[in-house]
Every structure is written in structure tokens, then in C-alpha cells.
């Protein structure tokens, strides 16, 4: 399995890759990716400094152009698909179906994988972006249970890669207008979730108010860790039940799992977080290198080391948020 | 069918259940519906693979009579689809080999591809032009927008595309805005979703979900989570249909859909002035209207017809 590791910054990029990134996957500048934040992302300079880095190490770049071509500015995207090609990308992973169409037409010798933002959840799916536009991967979408992931590893001829560790996504990735609905720009749409411009942290006698587009999200007692106020980690009230209705600040970790995806053919392990700093990215790369190594060598005696959690628990987000009463069991 | 710059007289479509109902209230509102003056009605199961008061055979002899009423029966194909049972259904719907579907996943797309005309539906993330005219060329007759897509950005993508193809609008209820693997639901009366005891069709119109402060935000429904406030896109009729929207998407509500229904009725036979309908649709709405999506705010936002 091949480990694919993000990239906000350069930095990040060169972490990733001498920790032991098999594949880092990175932005332009703007909204043509869906991670959209100020100071992330790349511009021609540092992404060709980046691809000449990666491939002097054996590591491949792969430019993430995963947002809807908006109305009026479609071609910025179509553009950002020639510039990848041209500063020589081992891959674009694309959401649009209309831009794969251009890139697989413009460029049919570039790499295409199909982005988690594609909403792709079954092989019939897949199978269209591959037959359509001959797409190489598809990043699954994190709602599938495993024997779900193995049946459509099972029918298609695309390599499939899932999500190993990070923010986890509650909602089908493409499929979330959330942040639109209380922000006017979502993920699909500006290539971000919550902006952090619709953010309003307000300090009030008894607690510490998060609001996002006016919205309040959360209040924060003192002495609680203040989560970054995304849609659907925030308290909300339900038949005046106080809770996480949609889940708790919590990360995705599938390091036990490892040697069931390796079993059943996953071509590729992803690490979410280009909005994550350089610390964060070496340590998740270099302890998933380690585990994804061992896993390899010896699958029957893989196990999770107690250490490798404990690197990893160091650069969760501060968001462990105590689960306490409200805490409803997910399965 | 050439699409012309001149205002057409639009369809009014009653969009897919989005509620889990009790087979008594869902065959009664079916019932119902028959006589409203609606075009187009969308059935069938979209959001949760579990629900089971009626089955496809169900909907698709409901399609039967709403086609023997003189309207366009569509089925409509799930909005997530996860294992085999689900694919199992969506191929049935696909293959039914008499109505027309409506696909709101990728997998029915390539099903239906070259082979019969289908609509592509609001979960297709259909932003621009070019990927709207990749699925005309699959086969799709008609396309539900996206409900992200402000009024400009519609026009925009129809003014751009060579495309032969209706469009639909989401035009009133509340907004689908998101779906998840999770049942939201059954979390919240802690169960788990493969032992969910079917709870969610205690809410005839969703969970209300509100702030901290009281203030209603968002409805779970199932796996799927929608505004709590309404979207009216009445007052922009005349708009709509000069940027060439064929069809207007009614979302069902379980109290005074017929009132919603004839409201749009009126403005779409001229009877009423799209102002004046929209008043009189203030009384069928079951909670506060919203519009932010059609002027590219915030869904959320209500400018209303600024008159």
C-alpha cells in the first residue's frame, strides 16, 4: 500500500517526503482545491521545487484540483489542470466530472484520480470515471464499513485508496452543503469548510461563544479546549437534549486495520491534513511508514505499537473533548 | 427541442418523500396528490436504504397511477448508496423498464447511460457547463440543479451550455444539504444504525435541531440533514423562467402541501403575481422562509422579493 501524505507548504512537503511519503498530494494558491485557507498551498515556483524534491527521493507529487468549476470561473480550473500537467504532476486528483473530461482529453497522459469529493461509494460509479475518462485511483468517500470497501475493491479495475488517518468526515465528502447553508461558501463550492472569515469567537461571562455565519456552534466552559467551530462537530439541542448531534471532536485512526486493507487490496493509505503543520505531517508519515512497513514484512504479527499511538495522540487536534454524558454510542 | 430565450410556461414537480412515513400516510398523500395540478412526480425511496412501509413494487404502482392521471411518473434512485443491497434496488429502479429515473449517484448514471433518457438529480454536483453537457450527452434529459447554485451561477451555466436539456429548480421545502453514512436519528436516541428500530418515522417532518441560543438551524432526517427553514423561491419566478427553468421542485411537507402546491399553481398560470402567490404561500409554510442560495449568500439568509 502506498502511503499518501498532505501538504500545505513546502515544508510540509519536504517532511512527508523524508519520513516516508510514497505519494504527497498538494494544492495550487485559490479555490481550485478543497483545502482553500490562507498561507496553505502552492504556486508554480514551489510546486516544481517540490516535484524536483519528491522525485530526487523516489516520491511522486499528486496536485489536488478537487472542486466544482464554479460558474463564470470555470476555465481557472481547466487552467490549473494545464499548469499541473506542465510543471509535470505524476497525478491530478479531480472531483468534477466535466473537468476529468478536459484534463483526460487535453492531457491523456496524465495520471487521474478520482477525489474523495466525487462521491464515489460503489464500483458502478467508479466504473464510470474509469470507462469515461480512464482514471487510475479512486479515493473512497469515509462512509464505507470494511466488507463494503472490499467488494468494490473486488469489482474494479481502478486502484482504490482510503483514508487512514485524520479530521474525520461525518458526511459523504462532495455531498455537504453545510457550510454553505450558514456560510455562503462550502467545500464544493470555495474549496473550504466553515471559513475561518465567518468565525465570530465571542467571550461572555459564563462561557466562550463559537459562532460561524452568526450561527452558534458551541459554548465552550472554561477550562474545556475551544474546537475550531466546523458544522458538524458543534452542540446543538435536539427536543432540548444537549449534544454532538452529528459526532464528537474526534480523529479517524485505522492503524489496526492495516493488515485487512493490505489483505484485501487497498492500492493506497491516505493522511488527511494539509491545513496541519510540518510537525504533524512528519509525525503521522514517519509512524505510518513504520507501521505500513511492519504490516508489509510480517502481516500475521502486525500490531499496533503502544508508541506509535502515543506519537500519534500528541498531534491530534487538541479537540478531545470529554464525550461525558453526551457521548452516543456510532455502532 | 431547441431551449429559446422566451419565457415557457414551467412544470411544477413534486420532488421525492424525503420523510419516513407510515404506509396509511404515505398512500394517503399519494392519494391526494393525484388531483393536485403538479406535472412531474418524483417517487420512491432517496434517503435511507432501511425504510421499508413501501417497497419499490410500492412506489412503482403509485407511478402507475400518477402516469394513468396524465402525469410524468419518475422514480428516483437512492442518494447514497453503500453495499449490495442498495445497488441491488438501484439497478431495479433502473431496469424498471417503464418509468423514467431520476439518478442521484454516479452508479445509476452509468447504468442508465445510452440507454434511456433519465433526469440528473440534485445530488450530481452539476456546478458548470461542461459537466452539464456530459450528462445530456449520457442521456439526461433533465437536471436538477445543485441547491448551492445561486440564480447567477444558473444562468451563467445555461447561457454557456450547447446542452438540449430542461432544468429543474429547487424551488420550495427544506433544503437536503448534506448526507452521511451515520443515521443521525438513531444517534439520537442512542441506537445504533443497523438497530435503529426504523425511530425516525416517529417525525413526520424530521428532528428540529436548534442552537444553543433557540435558534432552529437544521432538521436530521435519517441520514440526511436539511434546513429548518424553508426555501421559497416564488418570488423569483419570473427570473427563473427568463433564464430558462423548464421545472419547479416542490420538496413534500406532511401538513398543507396542497396549499404550497396551488400557491405555485396560481403563479404559474398567471393568476397571481409571483409576490402575491408567495403571500399566499406564507400560510402553507411550516417554518421560516429562506433564499440566501438563489442571490449566493448564505443559504440560511432570507432577502425575500424586496418589494
Redesign the interface.
Known sequence: MRLVCPAGTPPSLKAAVDHGADDVYLGFRGATNARNFAGLNFDDRTIAEGIAYAHRKGARVLVALNT?????T?QRWEADVDRAAALGADAIIV?????L??ASRAHPQLRLHLSVQ????????I???H??FGIARAVLPR???LE?VE?VIGRTPVEIEVFGFGSLS???E?????S?????E?P??HGGCSPAKAIRWQETKEALESRL?G?????FAPGENPGYPTL?RG?????G??YY???EPTSLNTLELLPKLQAMGAAAVKIEGRQRSPRYVETVTRVWRAALDECAAQPQRYRVRPAWQEALAEVSEGRQCTLGAYH???? | MEMTAAPASPRIALGPLTYYWPRGRTLDFYSRALSWPVDIVYLGETVCSRRHELRLADWIDLAGRFADAGKEAVLSTY??????A??RI?RQVVENGRFRVEAN???????L?GRVPFVSGP?L?V?????????AECGAMRWVA????SG??????LS?TTANIETELFAFGR?P??????C?TA??H?L???HCEYRCIEDPEG???????G?P??V?NGVQ?Q?ARVQNLLPFLPEALAMGVNVLRLSPQPERMEEAVEAFAAAVRGDLDAVEASRRLASAMPAAPCD??WH?????EHVGSGT
Open positions: 466544482f468549476p464554479q460558474p463564470g470555470a472531483a468534477d466530472a466535466g473537468l473530461r478536459y466525487g462521491s464515489a461509494t460503489n464500483h458502478e460509479a466504473n464510470f470515471y470507462e469515461r462512509v464505507l464499513a463494503q467488494r461525518i458526511m459523504v462532495g455531498r455537504c452543503a453545510l454553505s447553508y450558514a456560510t455562503g462550502s464544493n463550492t455565519g450561527v452558534l456552534i458551541d459554548r458538524c452542540r446543538f439541542e435536539v427536543n437534549d444537549l448531534p452529528f459526532e452516543r454510542p456510532w455502532k | 442518494e447514497l448508496i453503500e453495499n449490495d442498495d445497488l438501484m449517484d454516479m452508479g445509476a448514471v452509468r447504468l447511460s445530488f454536483n456546478y458548470n457547463a461542461s459537466t452539464l453537457e456530459l450528462l445543485p441547491v448551492e447554485l447567477a451561477g444558473l444562468r451563467d451555466v454557456a433544503l444539504l448534506a448526507v452521511s453514512a451515520r443521525f444517534r439520537y442512542n445504533s444504525k443497523d428532528l428540529a435541531l436548534t442552537t444553543q441560543d435558534e438551524f437544521l436530521l440533514t434546513s440566501g442560495y449566493g449568500r448564505a443559504g440560511m
